[in-house]
């Protein structure tokens, strides 16, 4: 094993490696799925994989709220940011995940103003000085993120705001987990559990994946020693035959989550019948919407929104990316017709998508090591 | 979107309990401390920030850790700072 991309704390991280490699037990493969697009980023920037022996494998997962929003969600957005009077905030990383007759910069080159936003609360405070205009926030993100959302909602009802409203595209990781613990095109020894949604969600949560999938499943802080703790607190379950929620991270994800969190959300919103997910399809109740009771803060209710099912381009592999069937540089136009600068997939253009981290670091240490190797 | 970054709590706001000052990597900005009313936030405490609100709280030490690791990360923490810096929540 070679390390090549050194980092703080490298000798800990040898040490780890040396035990990891310890409880390997020969002629087994180990395939780990690390659910958080984070994750996946940390272990390409500091090539993780070559601190790891050659049976395990680590697998990326669906953990990118902006990688999974399938296409026809962009295009409805833009449906909404198209009418007469709408001004539409979105976070950054939105901006250029392309839909089918292109992306938001290019929607604005057309006319629509959809701007960036840090914050819903900078969403809502557009609203307060744009009164003659509606404004709308496109929501996107996980458990971590349908709090902010819930409780500027909350916000603007308490303050009487009109003119706002949200575009809800928030997701749930546990049917997405589920989902990939049903697929029957990958065999899995355990999950990387994420970090930032199990602060408000906990870990509770993921017991189901033990209990009825006899999979273990470690909650992991995104530091490179994190990440190699995890492993080895994985490799530990296997050798001692456990499968168990263990919480790598506790020194920022409490047990039980936030509940102050998961009040607002229940608030504000509740599980859709299905969603649809890039990649994975539709999956029942993997979705939040706005609740009756806050309809006037529902975008969908108040625009005529297309809902029309877009497939992915046809050279695209996102899907596979997504499920960790595919590794980023086995898709076709990886890297060629597909890059950063101009993404055909979601995963290119989030730096938490799979193919964007590896195609911004790891083919560089992948291609160190191969050269390394034949020096 | 993604990250979630370590901020000091400098003030909390005198006509809004539910809002603080705080300085993440010498930028000063408002942010939401409402979902952590059960943690009783106070100047000098160090919060987990993510889209404008404090999602935990941690110490000191984590605090420092997560940002030499968000320093090293580059370009993904560098828009991430420059995305707060336009925030104007209040």
């Known amino acids: ?375 | 979107m993604c990250l979630g970054i370590p901020g000091e709590v400098i003030e909390i706001l005198t006509d809004r309990p539910d809002l603080a000052r705080v300085d993440v990597s010498g930028v000063k900005r408002a942010i939401n401390i409402g979902l952590l009313v059960e943690e009783g936030i106070k100047p000098g405490d160090w919060v987990l920030i993510h889209v404008g609100f404090a999602l935990s709280k941690i110490d000191e030490a984590e605090a420092k850790a997560a940002m030499d690791f968000l320093e090293g990360i580059g370009k993904a923490y560098e828009d991430e700072l420059a995305a707060l810096r336009d925030s104007q929540i209040v």
């Open chain 1, 1 to 375: 094993m070679r390390f090549v991309d050194e980092f703080r704390d490298a000798d800990k991280a040898r040490a780890l490696s040396a035990k990891i490699t310890s409880l390997c037990e020969p002629g087994r493969e180990y395939k780990f799925m690390e659910v958080c697009g984070g994750h996946t980023h940390t272990i390409y920037k500091h090539g993780l994989e070559d601190y790891l022996p050659e049976n395990i494998t680590l697998i990326h997962g669906p953990g990118c709220p902006v990688c999974v929003i399938p296409m026809g969600r962009i295009d409805d957005a833009i449906h909404i940011a198209r009418r007469p009077g709408v001004l539409m905030t979105s976070f950054g990383d939105m901006m250029r995940v392309p839909g089918s007759g292109g992306n938001f910069f290019d929607s604005n080159a057309e006319g629509t103003n959809i701007r960036m936003v840090y914050s819903p609360l900078d969403s809502l405070k557009i609203a307060r000085q744009n009164p003659d205009q509606q404004v709308v926030f496109m929501a996107i993100g996980f458990e971590t993120t349908a709090p902010s959302t819930a409780m500027t909602v909350l916000r603007a009802a308490k303050e009487g705001i009109e003119n706002f409203s949200v575009f809800c595209n928030h997701i749930t990781i546990i049917p997405a987990i589920k989902a990939i613990l049903d697929s029957p095109d990958l065999r899995l020894d355990g999950f990387i559990g994420p970090g930032h949604v199990s602060t408000v969600i906990g870990c509770r949560p993921y017991e189901f994946i033990a209990s009825d999938y006899g999979k273990p499943i470690v909650v992991a802080g995104f530091e490179p020693l994190d990440i190699l703790q995890s492993i080895y607190m994985l490799m530990l379950q296997l050798k001692e035959g456990r499968s168990e929620v263990e919480n790598q991270y506790s020194r920022v994800v409490p047990w039980e989550g936030n509940l102050t969190a998961l009040r607002a959300i229940a608030e504000v919103m509740e599980l859709r019948p299905y969603f649809e997910w890039r990649g994975l399809g539709f999956i029942s109740h993997s979705a939040l919407r706005m609740r009756d009771k806050y309809a006037k803060y529902d975008a969908e209710l108040h625009y005529e929104v297309p809902g029309v099912r877009v497939a992915d381009p046809k050279a695209c592999q996102c899907g596979e990316v997504l499920k960790g069937v595919l590794k980023p540089w086995e898709c076709k136009v990886f890297g060629t017709a597909c890059t950063p600068e101009t993404p055909i997939g979601t995963c290119m253009v989030s730096p938490e998508g799979a193919c964007a981290a590896y195609y911004n670091f790891g083919r560089f240490t992948r291609t160190r090591v191969r050269e390394a190797s034949i020096s």
